[in-house]
């Protein structure tokens, strides 16, 4: 290091080695703090005033970030449907193999034994039916904050009244779908209480959306109500002096229950590809992450060898410092002694 010192006068000689000293002081806490920190300080001039590649970085992290929590609430949604499709498929499986089994059997004790399962069977398909995250009911399409469907005791009131004036096999059923099917009808005013389906999708990754349509509305769930409905009329005792007639609607009903389980087949299957393309963009993302954190840390971070060697040959200058100030000093206290 060259400073120059029998060109200019003593006071200058000091003040210049005082500045040179705060100099390599600064250059050295900073360093130290680099060094135990593992961050850049001053990350404009490490970047020449160019923050934009780290502005970029940091966007597309924080996209990233709002994909993750998207996914997260997906997810749950997904997993909670798919879990009370399942639930429903084991009322409309259950109930319509074993129905299905002993009416081909004609014995009427052992239809009887398992219509007798229909009241609860209902209920509990209502529950499932009624399903939520939170306070987000899943099947009620775009009025996501209401129940999509009415209690039990009420649909069954509906039911009652509908076939009140039932005679024969054909009327009862052609009742029961009427309240179901009719467009403005008992189920649309008094059973359905959700709302439109939802026509948007979620996006959970820059390039997969994942859309959930499904809604109590829907047939899969009219077919599986409607069936379970005339089992629960069949136990309180509708045709109960016509064995004939309630062995056939017994079989019409286990039918239904069985169409309706392949329907809800179809909606898990829809659902399982909505999760096949969040495990899809959780991937790609968490790939496109990595890459992005490793320029992240290129343009925050120090090389800790680096800087430990530029610490080193700071700390060297800051003692030749030293030992130019002290042999100057001596030097001048022998020029003024003379």
Avoid: C, H
């Avoid at 429903?88 to 499986?93: E, K, R």
């Avoid at 009887?112 to 995250?133: H, K, P, T, Y």
């Avoid at 999760?275 to 899809?280: D, I, V």
């Avoid at 030749?320 to 001596?330: E, G, I, P, Q």
């Amino acid at each position: 290091m060259t400073l120059g010192f029998s060109s200019i006068g003593d006071l200058a000689q000091n003040m210049l080695l005082r500045r040179q000293s705060a100099s390599l002081q600064d250059t050295l806490a900073r360093l130290t703090g680099e060094l135990v920190s593992g961050k850049k300080q001053d990350i404009a001039q490490a970047n020449r005033g160019d923050f934009g590649p780290l502005a970029t970085v940091q966007r597309s992290l924080q996209v990233f970030d709002g994909y993750a929590s998207a996914r997260a609430d997906t997810d749950l949604i997904l997993a909670t449907s798919q879990t009370a499709l399942e639930g429903v498929q084991g009322i409309t499986d259950g109930l319509g193999q074993g129905l299905l089994a002993t009416t081909s059997l004609g014995q009427r004790t052992s239809v009887d034994a398992v219509i007798d399962q229909a009241a609860d069977q209902f209920e509990n398909a209502i529950l499932l039916m009624n399903s939520r995250v939170g306070d987000r009911y899943l099947f009620s399409g775009q009025n996501a904050t209401t129940p999509p469907l009415a209690n039990a005791e009420t649909i069954l009131g509906e039911l009652r009244l509908a076939v009140a004036g039932a005679v024969t096999t054909t009327d009862f059923e052609q009742a029961i779908d009427d309240w179901f099917d009719l467009p403005g009808g008992g189920f649309e005013t008094s059973g359905y209480l959700g709302g439109a389906k939802r026509d948007g999708a979620v996006r959970v990754g820059p390039s997969q959306e994942v859309r959930f349509d499904i809604s109590a509305e829907d047939p899969a769930f009219r077919d599986t109500l409607r069936n379970l409905g005339k089992l629960v009329l069949l136990a309180e005792g509708a045709f109960d002096n016509d064995t004939s007639a309630r062995l056939e609607l017994a079989e019409n009903a286990a039918l239904g229950l069985i169409a309706a389980n392949d329907e809800i087949t179809g909606y898990r299957a829809a659902l399982g590809v909505s999760q096949g393309l969040l495990t899809a963009a959780e991937t790609q993302i968490e790939t496109e992450r990595v890459t992005l954190s490793e320029v992240r840390s290129q343009l925050e971070d120090v090389d800790p060898f680096q800087a430990a060697s530029e610490l080193e040959v700071v700390q060297t200058q800051i003692e030749t410092l030293y030992t130019v100030t002290a042999r100057n000093s001596r030097l001048n206290l022998m020029e003024y002694l003379r």
